[in-house]
């Protein structure tokens, strides 16, 4: 079946520039999340949504970092007026969370990873 | 604070042979969840192993184990008999009690490679 896609894979820009990096999610999965992954580095956390409500952004860098989920599918990351510490792996993955699960179980999900979307600012 | 620590940065390992990686974790949460993924150098990120605090066995799948010991919170990955298409990152992350069905926190990885 169809895994979680990023669009697009590689996106070069200008400082200063702005940018939007897509993420499809597997279908039917109800939490999405954004990771940023340098060279060598593991997956740092940006920001998740269960369904279109965004839960959590206390990995967001700066305010220049935003994401939506306007529909509970598609989510997309926007980083305005780049900078070139903002150049990375970006990365987004998708979990099945079913709401009404015994809390313990919940752990289990395993997030999906997408292949990324390789920033660079120049 | 770091919340995942893996202390080796990279490992030889012959092919066939088995293979640890550490992986400390820090956490005041009596529940929670660690896992691993491996990374090849097609970039993509493989789950392999879920171990959950409550959990009494230690987590196999297949070649892979989890040895974990919650009183040193350590949660060491355990490859055997390793093949040439082990060679990859490897990534211990955690998950806590607070926020279960929320975000992961990645160590920094182990480079493994396997050789003949």
């Known amino acids: 079946g169809a895994g979680v896609s990023q669009s697009p894979r590689y996106k070069v820009t200008k400082r200063g520039q702005d940018v939007a990096l897509r993420c499809d999610p597997i279908?039917?999965?109800?939490?999405l999340y954004w990771y940023r992954q340098a060279l060598g580095q593991g997956p740092e956390f940006l920001t998740y949504?269960?369904?279109?409500?965004?839960?959590?952004k206390s990995g967001l860098p700066n305010d220049r970092f935003s994401a939506e989920r306007p529909e509970g599918s598609i989510s997309t990351l926007t980083i305005q007026r780049t900078e070139q510490r903002d150049s990375a792996m970006y990365r987004c993955?998708?979990?099945?969370?079913?709401?009404?699960?015994?809390?313990?179980?919940?752990?289990?999900?395993?997030?999906?990873f997408g292949p990324g979307t390789r920033l660079t600012v120049t | 604070a770091q919340k995942i620590t893996q202390t080796q940065p990279g490992m030889f390992v012959q092919e066939k042979e088995a293979v640890t990686l550490d992986c400390t974790y820090d956490?005041?949460?009596?529940?929670?969840?660690l896992f691993w993924y491996k990374q090849p150098s097609s970039g993509e990120m493989i789950f392999l192993i879920y171990?959950?605090?409550?959990?009494?066995q230690n987590a196999t799948e297949g070649r892979y184990s989890l040895n974990f010991q919650k009183a040193r919170k350590s949660a060491n990955l355990v490859i055997s008999a390793s093949q040439l298409g082990d060679s990859a990152m490897y990534f211990c992350?955690?998950?806590?009690?607070?926020?279960?069905?929320?975000?992961?926190?990645f160590g920094a990885g182990t480079q493994v490679v396997v050789t003949p």
């Open positions: 949504f269960n369904y279109e409500a965004q839960q959590d």
């Open positions: 279908s039917g999965h109800v939490s």
């Open positions: 171990q959950g605090s409550y959990d009494e």
């Open positions: 956490t005041s949460d009596q529940s929670y969840g």
């Open positions: 993955a998708s979990s099945p969370y079913l709401p009404g699960q015994p809390r313990f179980r919940t752990f289990t999900y395993e997030q999906y």
């Open positions: 992350a955690m998950r806590e009690g607070t926020d279960s069905w929320g975000k992961l926190q």
